[in-house]
């Protein structure tokens, strides 16, 4: 009986090192494609560029938005939007707009408040949540870890960067979806815009 037990431990033990010992760095994650980091790079040049860009009275103005509620009818709105549609028009990104967490969780959809794109979105639409998100709302400039395509199948990378009021308070992060043609390639490196 003794011996039986013991078998089952060492089997249990065996299965045991089986699960657990894989996920213990024995793995490397998965580098991205050199042509597509060229491209997350680019985004995020950009993405940081612009940001420091509209640091400081654009970004008072963006602060004024948010707590004023009036989205859309904001006195200067247009003028905000057309902003951002003139550096989507420099930099040949398909679009380029400014985010904001709608509540205290920055774990959670992101309000747009602005879209450049030459047929900007609603105000208020939601984003789904990404982890490159919270990363520049905490002050940092970070590209998504994949492409994504859109529903016409265009390919793009994006990368997202803080932007800050005259404070040195961060009131939006500014996004950058550059077009990536590169990644279809790496099908496996392409994610669904749902």
């Known amino acids: 009986m003794k011996k039986g037990l013991r078998l089952i431990y060492i089997l249990f033990a065996l299965l045991l090192a089986a699960v ?3 996920g213990c760095g024995g793995e490397e994650e998965e580098q991205m494609p050199e042509e597509i980091s060229i491209v997350a790079a680019k985004a995020a040049t950009l993405s940081e560029m612009y940001a420091d860009r509209l640091s400081g009275e654009w970004g008072d ?7 004023s509620k009036e989205g859309g009818d904001f006195p200067g709105f247009s003028e905000m939007q057309a902003v951002l549609i003139e550096l989507a028009k420099e930099s040949s990104a398909a679009r380029i707009y400014t985010m904001y967490p709608p509540g205290p969780k920055v774990i959670a959809p992101y309000l747009i408040t ?8 609603v105000y208020g639409t939601l984003f789904e949540w990404e982890p490159a998100f919270t990363i520049a709302w905490e002050g940092e400039t970070e590209s998504l870890d994949h ?4 529903a016409r199948g265009d390919i793009f990378i994006s990368a997202y960067s803080p932007v800050y009021d005259s404070e040195g308070n961060i009131t939006a992060i500014l ?3 550059y077009p990536a043609p590169e990644a279809a390639l790496y099908p496996e490196w392409i994610e669904d815009d749902e």
């Open 20 to 22: 657990i010992l894989p």
């Open 61 to 67: 103005m963006h602060a004024l938005l948010i707590e």
């Open 114 to 121: 602005f879209d450049g794109s030459l047929s900007p979105g």
């Open 147 to 150: 492409a994504w395509t859109n």
């Open 175 to 177: 996004g950058v979806d």
